[in-house]
């Protein structure tokens, strides 16, 4: 006869009761009921009804038929380039760091949450790129700063000044507390 042997182990799988018409019908039940819910969700709702169905197939379907959810979120300009206040240059461009406690870099950004924003202000040192000083804010204000170069000077006291200060070292502004 010529035939592999596996042939005679094989078994046709049996075809599903439920056609593609009504598997359609069943995700646009589900996509009315919750329409947050993408191919994921709706598939795991299949499942839970009792319905043997692959992610792929959903994900299928729904293209098909449009059912992709498109949340749209809302977008919030967060900064302002076009600022009045003045510009610093950058005082250690060009400059090797090869110590810790040389150099460290302050920035402040968003973080968003449900909500609204909470700021946060961070202090990293240069060398070591470690965070030495942060803190966290409903609030952009002064004090955000300050509590981050606080916590920072806390845990990484900065070395006396010898009287060999670097002329970069001069030109910036030593802040009192």
Same mark, same amino acid.
């Given at each position: 006869m010529n035939i592999v042997r596996s042939t005679f182990c094989y078994r046709c799988k049996a075809p599903s009761p439920e056609t593609g018409a009504d598997l359609t019908d069943r995700i646009e039940a589900i996509c009315l009921e919750f329409p947050g819910y993408?191919?994921?969700? =709706?598939?795991? *709702?299949? *499942?839970?009804?009792?319905?043997?169905?692959n992610?792929?197939? =959903?994900?299928?379907?729904?293209?098909?038929?449009?059912?992709?959810?498109?949340l749209r979120r809302k977008w919030v300009k967060t900064t302002d380039s076009k600022h009045?206040?003045? #510009?610093?240059?950058?005082? +250690?461009?060009?400059m090797g760091v090869s110590k810790m406690n040389q150099v460290w870099l302050a920035d402040i950004t968003y973080i968003r +949450?449900?909500?609204?924003?909470?700021?946060?202000?961070? +202090?990293?040192d240069a060398y070591s790129r470690r965070v030495v000083g942060y803190?966290?804010?409903?609030?952009?204000?002064?004090?955000l700063t300050v509590a981050a170069l606080r916590m920072a000077l806390?845990? #990484?006291?900065?070395?006396?000044?010898?009287?060999?200060i670097q002329t970069r070292e001069c030109s910036m502004h030593r802040w009192s507390m």
């Open positions: 993408g191919y994921r969700r =709706v598939t795991k *709702q299949l *499942q839970h009804d009792g319905k043997v169905i992610h792929k197939k =959903v994900l299928r379907l729904m293209r098909e038929s449009d059912l992709l959810c498109r009045p206040f003045p #510009r610093f240059p950058n005082l +250690i461009k060009g +949450i449900r909500s609204g924003f909470v700021y946060l202000a961070g +202090i990293l803190a966290i804010s409903a609030d952009l204000e002064t004090s806390e845990h #990484r006291p900065p070395p006396p000044v010898s009287s060999t």
